[in-house]
């Protein structure tokens, strides 16, 4: 299993980026693809997920508005489209895959459940 991030790099406040995951070695479609982040003493954020069965999506409220999660099963690759990015939300960014869904019931997948890493790229917002 491997995951690849890109599309990081550094912006000013306001500015947009696009992250994409690529994903090989396993059944893309059969994985739900979260994008979280990270920043030096703090723990991991997931910040949005896409699940593989409906394609239905979650965010935290920070990001609610001004990221868009989507996936496109064809080229194996998810995508994080990030406008109106702030200082804040400068880190560290993951994507990561959990088997078919975002939540179990009410229960949330954190971190600690994803199955497979990419190594994170970085995003830096400038004020």
């Known amino acids: 299993v491997q995951l690849v991030e890109s599309g990081g790099g550094s912006v000013q406040a306001g500015g947009s980026l696009r992250l994409s995951c690529v994903g090989s070695?396993?059944?893309?479609?059969?994985?739900?693809v979260g994008w979280f982040r990270q920043v030096p003493g703090k723990e991991r954020e997931r910040i949005s997920c896409i699940s593989s069965s409906d394609g239905s999506t979650s965010y935290i409220d920070s990001v609610k508005g001004r990221f868009t999660i989507a996936r496109d099963n064809a080229k194996k690759t998810a995508y994080l489209q990030m406008n109106s990015l702030r200082p804040e939300d400068t880190a560290l960014y993951y994507c990561?895959?959990?088997?078919?869904?975002?939540?179990?019931?009410?229960?949330?997948?954190?971190?600690?459940?994803?199955?497979?890493w990419g190594p994170g790229i970085q995003v830096t917002v400038s004020a």
């Open positions: 070695g396993f059944t893309f479609t059969q994985y739900a």
């Open positions: 990561a895959v959990h088997p078919f869904e975002c939540y179990s019931g009410t229960y949330q997948h954190t971190a600690a459940d994803f199955r497979a």
